[in-house]
């Protein structure tokens, strides 16, 4: 890691490349994020990612693009507060899936007829993770039932409301990118929250009570280790109001970097297998995604890769 003490005004700059096992679909990883970036937090330009980030003491701003040698990303953090530590790292790698070892992965869903050639065409497929447990959470009650580019709007309305304000960014490309996404225990305590985002009663009380439930337990949406079983994950998260399986397997594959979370009811699952036109329900998808496990998150990104309109949401 490189430190240059005067990189910007009030910031503190550092360098960090990133190993990774190739092969690694970059352009794919920044394409997901860019469809997803919430104004005022992340943006995408060229082959660069960047947003706000804060981390234990440590906050500021981060920039990611292909390092110069191969197989390695490159971290370039602008810090007003703090340093990098070990939990900002594993962080980043868990954001863009930087310890899977794709051998395996691809040896298994490659023997599947329907996959093989989806994996021949992109084996450097990655699941994207999320930078924070709680924000992916919530992108994912934002999400339900409405299109991609509403979620956004809603999540740049809860930001403008309720995140930490950062001061001036050190870099033109951190311009726009001022705040930094909001804490559970603020939007937990958030008054008519559904009237301030403009969403349905119902959507605004899940989403509170998902708020209450991480500020109460921050281990419930992770840490970036990704230690927890699958089922009981699934479990704690189903039992929350306003999160269905959709939501909870949803979380499962970003957010607590669960390989085999697998959301059976996705539409655009249904459509990427289909028969003659004939879609599967959830349980006869589920029958035909057994033969995936261990790696059906993996699986699921692929089919939703392959068909560009059958994206999840969030």
Same mark, same amino acid.
């Given at each position: 890691m490189n430190t240059d003490p005067a990189a910007g005004p009030g910031a503190r700059r550092f360098l960090l490349d990133l190993p990774l096992r190739p092969p690694y679909d970059w352009p794919a990883m920044l394409g997901f994020l860019a469809l997803r970036a919430i104004?005022?937090?992340?943006?995408?330009?060229?082959?660069a990612y960047a947003r706000s980030i804060r981390v234990d003491d440590a906050r500021g701003?981060?920039?990611?693009?292909? %390092?110069?040698?191969?197989?390695?990303?490159?971290?370039e953090l602008h810090l007003v507060q703090g340093s990098p530590g070990p939990r900002l790292l594993a962080r980043l790698r868990h954001?863009?899936?930087?310890?899977?070892?794709?051998?395996?992965?691809l040896a298994h869903l490659g023997r599947d007829a329907l996959l093989e050639p989806l994996v021949a065409a992109r084996p450097g497929l990655r699941v994207p993770g999320a930078w924070e447990g709680f924000e992916l959470?919530?992108?994912?009650?934002?999400?339900?039932?409405?299109?991609?580019?509403?979620?956004?709007?809603?999540a740049a309305r809860l930001v403008a409301l309720h995140g930490?304000?950062?001061?001036?960014?050190?870099?033109?490309?951190? %311009?726009?990118i001022d705040r930094l996404f909001p804490r559970a225990a603020r939007v937990a305590e958030a008054q008519e929250l559904g009237l301030a985002l403009r969403m349905p009663r119902a959507r605004a009380a899940a989403l509170c009570g998902l708020?209450?439930?991480?500020?109460?337990?921050?281990g419930l949406l992770g840490d970036g280790t990704g230690t927890q079983a699958l089922e009981a994950s699934l479990a704690r998260l189903r039992a929350l109001p306003g999160i269905g399986d959709?939501?909870?397997?949803?979380?499962?594959?970003r957010a607590l970097r669960q390989p085999d979370a697998f959301p059976a009811g996705d539409v655009g699952l249904a459509r990427a297998v289909a028969v003659d036109g004939r879609r599967p329900g959830a349980p006869e998808l589920l029958a035909r995604a057994a033969a995936w496990r261990p790696w059906r998150a993996y699986a699921a990104l692929h089919l939703w890769t392959a068909d560009a309109g059958a994206g999840p949401r969030k």
């Open positions: 104004p005022g937090v992340e943006a995408v330009h060229g082959e701003w981060m920039l990611v693009r292909p %390092a110069p040698r191969e197989s390695a990303l490159r971290a954001l863009f899936d930087l310890d899977t070892d794709p051998g395996p992965m959470g919530v992108r994912a009650v934002l999400g339900q039932q409405v299109t991609l580019g509403a979620a956004r709007t809603l930490e304000a950062l001061p001036a960014p050190p870099d033109a490309v951190f %311009a726009g708020a209450r439930a991480a500020a109460q337990d921050p959709w939501t909870a397997q949803y979380i499962a594959m």
